[in-house]
């Protein structure tokens, strides 16, 4: 039986049912080799040689295939039809033939298959061929040119900027599209508009809506009503003149259906109608695929195969009826730029299934469904429509309004599908009235409307896919991995499903922008990617693409090696001046301290990481404000550095202050004997700058003793802490030691009687004891080995064996009743080599047979010691004793 190798167990095992007993059929689990994570891996000194790594969880897979190998002579590699599939068997044979489980006669080959089904992966098992070296080198080239710009690039961030994490060949011009949008929107100046609308009546008494075109004779542009006034003088022209109907013109439109899915684009509809992130989707997609219910996902290609074609018109006619079926099937060119890559486009495998019909999760029926009538609706007929526009003027035609409307006469692909936008647009597509050429039209309302020009909105992640796209920037099976790599770097949060760059980001982009210019351009990286499409199809070589830009990329490396992390700041500071002092209103220094009145304002590094604008006078002035342009309203209202005195308690100044842990209230100033003066965090969940005087003091007086506690007398106190408001159980607040139970609200800090700190105690002390108890399923008997039992017990997360202080959790899909006690010590191994302890061989049992025999034979010698002083020689005699059993048994 040949072995047949995929990528996940599901996907293993929705195959095994097609191909049935006469194949085995094994799960690599992804990607079993990668660089190890440290310097070195890729070296350029040697024609770029790649050292590879079996990761420590793939050994088991790989060795769980050779195994299966050693009864059938025969590897039939079936990942995934695209260069990283290609790479995964390249990399599986590659690993097997170093561990020699593949024999010289061991036949090798490489089948692909579009979708998951019976017909298509029998008929791929019908057409093997070898794995193709052109997408092999294709990977080998971007995974060597990841690693040395992110091992190469990201340690000098490191060092020259305190706080940035990382960069990435394509992440980085990623967060520079973001970072150079959010300083769009920021620099943005909106512009005031007006526009005139009419309600208008026909001779029938039907209303519709015109908006003025033309005003004093002149056609109007967006901009021509600048203000109130100008708005006013045209509503007045209006009102002083009767209008009639000057022409009807009705025009026969259509609208064609949008090509089917392929990466990019469900990606894009996902997040439109769903608010689902690229990776979310694609996880989505990739068990739609698995369970056999969608082609696969990972494509730049919209074409078609003709049997489905042809299935998704049959599909059409029986829901809909012949006439939502065109005379002949739509073809869509492939805009794929890369041919190796250019897979059939994402649709369902069988047309004739709807959602309803395959009882999926929430988030898959709902990606189902787009797939589907999409699919459905890029074979229907166009919808037919006539569009209608109307001209409305005065008799001296110095008045012109318009007014257009559209029919639809035929819903076409409409009745199944429309695709999502994102941007509102106003289509004119309301049903207008019958009108008719030289009806007069009485005046019902006139409405003059402000408006202001809108700053280009910020990306959400379906835009951000689109613009990569348009730049040929990363590639379908990459945008998932960027648009979430540059989140989890802390470089870009997203809000309400918009992306804005944090401190993090604008700082890396600005290093970058200005050190590494070359490699943040998007004609750079898109010509990049355009040369390793080429490496893919066999039209260059890998190595003269990692050659050129490793010769170039290492000398802008060496050239930074001498910046100082003060000069670094300074560039910086020059280049985001614009953006982060711009000019003042009366003309003034838009970076002089507005507190000393002597220092330079300039952007600062915090040891967290992130950036904030402070003074150059410091230590002497402590002048900050957050990181970007100046915001004078947020400013005002901010604690300033020197605190915000609330006013005097007992003779005392009470201030808020800002700490570096945060805000915190202060009674009294720091003086030469009072240099630590009483002070208390201020709850997240209260404002700072709105402190009362009244709240100060009330966190001043924290803790409160609540008194001693009734069965031990030892006392019980109320405070808040790091998590929250808490009771402790000690003779002060600063033990270490003592019970803490949680509050439920703030006010309790203030409120709590003793009657219920008692109880909260208890049921403290109460969980404690009942924690980590887990129960034991069964007992699997001693190691073979080192001895002691080995256990297996029901965990809070799952089952689990245990073996000393080693836990190891039971693999997914290995249910409790099937572990044995060998397959517990293997899964105890793999985890003792993950953390580093030691399995040591069964010694205790010959020690303590020692350690028995050795109090006997001092006492056959010294029968009459009984003292304690008698027996500590007999036990320092004993380890001369053990040397003896020890020479026999190694003999």
């Not at 509102?424 to 202001?452: C, M, Y």
């Not at 604008?613 to 300033?640: K, W």
């Not at 969940?685 to 009244?694: G, H, M, R, Y």
């Not at 001092?858 to 036990?875: E, I, L, R, Y």
Request: charged share 30%; net charge neutral.
């Amino acid at each position: 039986m040949p072995v047949v190798v995929v990528e996940s167990p599901a996907k293993a095992k929705t195959i095994n049912k097609y191909l049935g007993s006469d194949y085995t059929v094994l799960a690599s689990y992804g990607h079993v080799r990668d660089l190890p994570p440290k310097d070195g891996s890729v070296d350029p000194e040697h024609e770029f040689d790649m050292k590879w790594e079996v990761a420590s969880d793939s050994k088991k897979h790989v060795k769980a295939i050779a195994d299966a190998l050693k009864d059938d002579n025969a590897l039939i590699l079936a990942t995934d039809p695209d260069r990283e599939g290609e790479a995964i068997s390249w990399h599986l044979e590659e690993a097997l033939r170093n561990r020699k489980a593949l024999k010289k006669d061991t036949p090798v080959s490489r089948v692909v298959f579009n979708a998951i089904t019976k017909t298509a992966v029998t008929e791929a098992m019908k057409n093997p061929r070898q794995v193709d070296e052109d997408l092999v080198h294709a990977y080998l080239a971007r995974r060597a040119l990841d690693y040395l710009v992110g091992f190469n690039l990201s340690p000098v961030l490191w060092r020259k900027l305190p706080g940035a994490k990382s960069a990435g060949r394509v992440q980085s011009v990623c967060l520079r599209l973001i970072v150079e949008r959010e300083m769009e929107i920021e620099a943005f100046k909106p512009r005031e508009y007006w526009t005139v609308k009419a309600i208008l009546t026909t001779p029938r008494g039907q209303e519709f809506e015109a908006r003025l075109t033309t005003l004093a004779g002149d056609k109007l542009d967006k901009f021509s009503i600048e203000n109130e006034t100008q708005a006013e003088m045209a509503v007045q022209a209006i009102n002083s003149r009767d209008l009639t109907v000057t022409s009807v013109e009705a025009k026969p439109a259509s609208r064609n259906p949008s090509p089917p899915f392929m990466t990019s684009t469900l990606q894009q509809e996902a997040s439109r109608k769903f608010g689902m992130g690229a990776r979310a989707t694609m996880n989505t997609a990739q068990r739609l695929y698995e369970a056999g219910h969608i082609t696969y996902m990972r494509t730049d290609g919209i074409d078609m195969a003709p049997e489905a074609v042809s299935a998704c018109r049959d599909a059409i006619a029986d829901r809909f009826g012949k006439e939502y079926v065109p005379g002949s099937p739509r073809v869509y060119k492939n805009k794929a730029k890369n041919a190796q890559e250019a897979h059939e486009c994402i649709r369902p495998t069988d047309m004739t299934k709807d959602a309803a019909a395959l009882g999926l999760s929430e988030d898959q029926r709902k990606l189902y469904d787009l797939i589907w009538k999409r699919t459905l609706a890029c074979q229907m007929e166009g919808a037919r429509m006539e569009r209608t526009t109307v001209e409305i003027g005065s008799q001296d035609r110095q008045v012109g309004l318009r007014a257009t409307g559209q029919v639809v006469l035929f819903d076409g692909f409409l009745r199944v599908y429309e695709e999502g936008r994102d941007d509102v647009v106003d289509d004119d597509d309301k049903r207008l009235p019958q009108i008719h050429e030289g009806e007069k039209t009485a005046k019902s309302e006139i409405n003059p409307e402000q408006h202001f020009t809108q700053p280009p909105p910020r990306y959400t992640e379906a835009t951000l896919v689109k613009r990569m796209e348009e730049l040929g920037i990363g590639r379908p099976s990459t945008y998932a991995s960027i648009v979430t790599t540059i989140q989890d770097r802390g470089y870009v949060i997203k809000d309400k499903n918009r992306l804005i760059p944090e401190d993090k980001g604008r700082l890396v982009i600005a290093f970058l922008s200005n050190y590494f210019k070359k490699y943040v351009e998007y004609d750079f990286t898109a010509d990049l990617e355009e040369e390793l499409d080429d490496v893919s199809a066999g039209d260059r070589d890998y190595k003269d693409v990692l050659n050129r830009f490793w010769r170039d990329f290492s000398a802008a490396i060496a050239e930074t090696s001498e910046l100082r992390i003060t000069e670094v700041l300074d560039k910086i500071n020059e280049v985001l001046e614009p953006h982060l002092f711009p000019p003042t209103e009366d003309g003034s220094d838009p970076r002089l301290c507005p507190n000393c009145g002597k220092g330079r304002l300039s952007m600062r590094t915090a040891r967290s990481g992130g950036a904030f604008i402070g003074c150059s006078q410091y230590p002497e002035c402590r002048y900050t404000r957050p990181f970007g342009p100046p915001n004078p309203e947020a400013e005002a209202s901010a604690i300033p550095p020197e605190g915000k005195f609330l006013g005097e308690d007992n003779g005392d100044k009470i201030y808020v202050m800002k700490g570096r842990f945060g805000p915190y209230c202060q009674r009294g100033e720091v003086t030469e004997d009072n240099k630590k003066p009483p002070r208390q965090s201020v709850p997240k969940d209260w404002a700072p700058e709105d402190l009362t005087l009244e709240e100060a003091v009330r966190l001043l007086a924290l803790p409160r003793l609540i008194g001693p506690h009734p069965e031990d007398g030892v006392n019980v106190w109320a405070n808040i802490g790091r998590y929250g408001p808490y009771i402790k159980h000690a003779e002060s607040t600063s033990d270490r030691g003592g019970t803490n139970a949680n509050l439920e609200g703030l006010d309790e800090v203030w409120t709590v009687g003793m009657n219920r700190a008692v109880q909260l105690l208890a049921e403290k002390v109460a969980s404690r004891k009942g924690r980590g108890q887990a129960k034991v399923l069964k007992e699997l008997g001693d190691h073979p080995e080192a001895g002691a039992p080995v256990q297996l017990l029901e965990g809070k997360y799952g089952p689990y064996v245990k073996w000393e202080k080693i836990n190891a959790t039971l693999p997914e899909g290995v249910e409790p009743d099937t572990v044995t006690l060998d397959k517990a010590v293997e899964l105890i191994a793999e985890r003792a080599a993950k953390t580093g302890k030691k399995v040591a061989p069964k010694k205790a049992a010959a020690k303590k047979t020692t350690a028995k025999k050795a109090p006997a034979k001092s006492a056959a010698k010294k029968p009459a010691a009984k003292s304690t002083a008698a027996k500590k020689p007999a036990a320092k005699k004993a380890p001369a004793k053990k040397a003896e059993p020890k020479a026999s048994d190694a003999q």
